[in-house]
């Protein structure tokens, strides 16, 4: 199943799926992927290349990289992901954002600040 208008991911408007699956049942419904032959499909690319940053990864679980070592794991995940829904005859496009609003800085601040706590901690995790 397909859920093209509401992707349940763990950023953006906390619990957004929940209110609108509660309010606005009729909003949102999962279909089978063949049920958008023929159409265009915008995707948030920023989401997607983040989304296959976390999920993809090789067995023992790093993420994939080239030869030089850099990661490839969101490209393998995009690619994989435009070829199925291009079989399927969807037209997809991605769709990047622009710099984010003034009023954000505060919470990418924050997003920030974890991140690299969180860095921290995994340097500090392998060292012992």
């Given amino acids: 199943m397909v859920n093209i208008l509401l992707l349940k991911y763990k950023q953006g408007i906390r619990s957004l799926s929940k209110v609108i699956g509660d309010h606005s049942p009729d909003s949102t419904k999962d279909n089978e992927i063949k049920t958008y032959f023929g159409r265009k499909v915008a995707i948030d690319a920023s989401m997607c290349i983040y989304q296959f ?10 993420q994939l990289t080239n030869d030089n070592g850099e990661i490839t794991s969101h ?3 995009t690619f994989y992901r435009t070829i199925r829904m291009c079989e399927n005859g969807i037209k997809p496009l991605y769709v990047f954002d622009g710099k984010p609003p003034t009023m954000k800085s505060g919470e990418l601040a924050k997003r920030l600040e974890r991140r690299e706590e969180a860095q921290k901690n995994m ?3 392998l060292e012992e």
Avoid: F, H, N
């Fill in 75 to 77: 490209l393998m995940g």
């Fill in 53 to 62: 940053l976390i999920a993809v990864r090789q067995t023992d679980g790093i």
């Fill in 123 to 125: 340097e500090k995790a």
